[in-house]
């Protein structure tokens, strides 16, 4: 029995799924060990980070033993537990992690400065340089204090049978995108009606992602919305609801109605990510496909993440660091990455077959070197889910000019 506990350790404890897979008990051992606390939205990745643990504990050769945590997300309360457990003095060392909740715990001490470890990291040039941005960007400073881990990357989902009907190719640049979004506007049975759609805007909560796509294309970015460039880009999307576009429910259309839109066929195009692709094949079968968000005078595309991050009272920082890079570039990030369907930000993963022959992957993969994300502030939250949509459909409508509602936009995010 003795024996059977030391390879195996599992206990429930305040909603919290402890084990740790390993040839020894750790505390036993003299070896290493690594707490890590982690969510998975599936009892698949569930199991599957399971036996991710269980590999990298038989494997390292380090004699590091990681004991896995799961919690559950519970809407976003997993990063609240997180924070009070580190300000209480827990003894979790790492955890998965959203660059939303970065601020608080920098701002409070909390991380640990990830970025000479990275610095010295022999695969630190397996993940794109703007990924890394990213990281630092959601840290308000030059340090690194988050692990990328895996990705979701939007882009453009089109159908090949809408372009050869308006006689187009797939856009390469912003100007040929507007274009193509005219073109694929079709009255196709001949009653003088619209019944296809060029693009599927989402006007509505959230919309704010691939509007920031358009803003950048344009020549603009989120650090000032009321500049020239980002209200050009504002006149942009004005424009293509102002002319017919869009469907005309795309002041309030969110995701549910963007994708009923495109899987009804009434749109030739809409933005999304892999999430959605299954789904699309099931309809449309290979008569649905992708492309990155084009460039114009700059290129932007939403990412969502999901990353590890190790706190600062970690006693064995550089065990922790084996772990979570084994994550990102490692056998780790494969292992996951396949499993889920998530997008790695390690480059030689990303080379392989499984991805580069999906053609959503390859989309997603494709945008890397331009996603990014909304500055994390105060306002951040007030500006999605409130702000952006009702002054947005304000301007979609006519209500406002352009001008004036990236002024709105730009003072409510910094002020």
């Known amino acids: 029995m003795k024996k059977m506990l030391s390879r195996l350790w599992v206990f429930i404890a305040a909603g919290t799924l402890v084990f740790a897979m390993g040839a020894n008990d ?31 504990n038989a494997e390292n050769g380090k004699g590091i033993t990681v004991i896995g945590e799961e919690a559950a997300w519970d809407g976003g309360a997993f990063s609240e537990n997180l924070f009070n457990a580190a300000m209480g003095g827990g003894d979790i060392d790492c955890a998965t992690w959203k660059l939303t909740a970065t601020p608080l715990f920098a701002n409070n001490n909390l991380l640990l400065d990830l970025t000479p470890y990275v610095d010295k990291w022999e695969k630190k040039n397996d993940i794109d340089a703007n990924i890394w ?9 030059n340090k690194i204090y988050v692990m990328p881990w895996n990705i979701q990357v939007l882009y453009v989902y089109y159908r090949p049978s809408y372009f050869k ?47 920031g796509s358009f803003i950048h294309a344009a020549g603009g970015n989120f650090a000032k919305l009321d500049s020239p460039e980002a209200i050009k880009g504002m006149q ?19 995701f ?29 079968g290979d008569d649905v496909s992708a492309f990155p968000f084009p460039s114009g005078k700059g290129r932007w595309t939403s990412m969502g993440d999901t990353d590890t991050a190790i706190f600062k009272s970690c006693k064995n920082p550089e065990a922790a660091f084996e772990w979570v890079a084994y994550l990102a570039a490692g056998e780790g990030e494969r292992m996951w990455c396949e499993g889920t369907g998530n997008i790695p930000v390690s480059k030689t993963v990303g080379a392989r077959e ?52 990236m002024e709105i936009l730009q003072k409510g995010l910094y002020r």
């Not at 941005?133 to 400073?141: D, E, F, I, L, P």
């Not at 193509?180 to 704010?208: E, L, P, Q, S, W």
């Open 26 to 56: 750790p505390a036993s051992s003299g070896g290493k060990t690594v707490r890590f606390r982690y969510w998975a939205d599936t009892t698949a990745y569930s199991q599957l980070m399971q036996d991710i643990i269980k590999k990298f």
């Open 133 to 141: 941005n990213v990281m630092k960007q959601a840290g308000g400073s």
């Open 165 to 211: 009907r308006a006689g187009i190719s797939v856009p390469k640049t912003y100007e040929e995108f507007l274009d193509a979004i005219k073109k694929c506007t079709m009255d196709t049975n001949g009653d003088g009606k619209t019944d296809v759609y060029g693009f599927g805007m989402r006007g509505g909560r959230n919309g704010h992602e691939p509007w």
């Open 236 to 254: 942009d999307f004005i424009n293509l609801y102002k002319n017919g576009y869009v469907p005309p429910t795309a002041t309030s259309d969110g």
């Open 256 to 284: 549910s109605e963007i994708m009923a839109n495109f899987k009804s066929g009434l749109t030739a195009m809409t933005i999304h990510h892999t999430g959605s692709a299954a789904d699309m094949v099931k309809i449309f």
């Open 354 to 405: 499984y991805f580069q022959s999906n053609r959503f992957m390859k989309a997603s993969l494709d945008g890397q070197s331009f996603a990014g994300i909304l500055p994390i502030r105060d306002t951040t939250t007030e500006f999605v889910t409130t702000l952006w949509p009702n002054t947005v459909s304000q301007a979609l409508t006519g209500k406002i000019s352009a001008k004036e509602c």
